[in-house]
């Protein structure tokens, strides 16, 4: 059964940074990417970036980049989410999910849990 | 890039059919995946490729597509599939998937 089980709830001052973890389990880990996608308060969600475990490849949309960092441990087939600069408007539920590549097309399954991270002063 | 459009809400009777669109310019070149999120839980995948239903998804919900419209029917309502769904695509051209801002479906 493929399991994808993030790190606990945070809370951090603005311009702080906050680091998320992504401990997947049940398939190869290098097989698939990673991606991160969040949500805000009663919104919808919101796609941040990708990772190739077995590469270290990563694309971030445009919204964040030079503010997040997509990392990875493939001794431990667990994927990182470091954001950077954080401001009130980043408080959200953040997901990582695992990428399918089929068919010329790429969808989401499964999702971890999710992680609350808050930003308050 | 696209934009994704969805209905904020829909409400539907017990039994009854709920139909969720998603609109988009060129969404009939793409392929579109629907996932449901129950409150205070993750999103689940319950449709791939327009129409395709992963393994332990009732067969109660099913996806299609025409024109630049695509849609999940869930038939025979039931107040356990209250929960937002969310409509997804692939856009080749910013190599990044694309969202629609999601439908609250409410089983009166």
């Known amino acids: 059964q493929v399991n994808l089980v993030q790190s606990g709830a945070e809370v951090k001052k603005p311009g702080a940074s906050v680091k998320v973890s992504c401990k997947t389990s049940g398939y190869s880990f290098t097989g698939d990417d990673i991606n991160w996608v969040r949500q805000a308060p009663g919104q919808g969600l919101e796609w941040m970036g990708w990772m190739n475990p077995a590469t270290g490849d990563s694309g971030y949309g445009q919204k964040f980049q030079g503010r997040v960092t997509l990392t990875r441990d493939t001794a431990i087939s667990t994927a990182y989410m470091e954001l950077r600069s954080l401001r009130f408007e980043d408080t959200a539920i953040y997901y990582c999910a695992r990428g399918v590549a089929a068919a010329g097309t790429d969808w989401f399954d499964p999702w971890g849990q999710g992680t609350l991270v808050t930003v308050s002063s | 890039s696209s934009v994704l459009t969805q209905p904020p809400s829909l409400s539907v009777a017990p039994g009854q059919t709920a139909t969720i669109t998603c609109e988009g310019p060129?969404?009939?070149?793409?392929?579109v995946h629907w996932y449901q999120q129950k409150p205070g839980q993750a999103p689940i995948l319950v449709v791939s490729a327009d129409s395709d239903r992963p393994s332990g998804i009732p067969e109660r919900l099913s996806g299609s597509k025409s024109g630049n419209t695509a849609t999940l029917t869930i038939s025979r309502v039931e107040a356990g599939d209250e929960a937002d769904f969310h409509c997804q695509v692939w856009d080749r051209s910013s190599d990044h998937p694309i969202f629609g801002g999601g439908t609250k479906l409410t089983v009166l």
């Open positions: 060129n969404i009939g070149s793409k392929s």
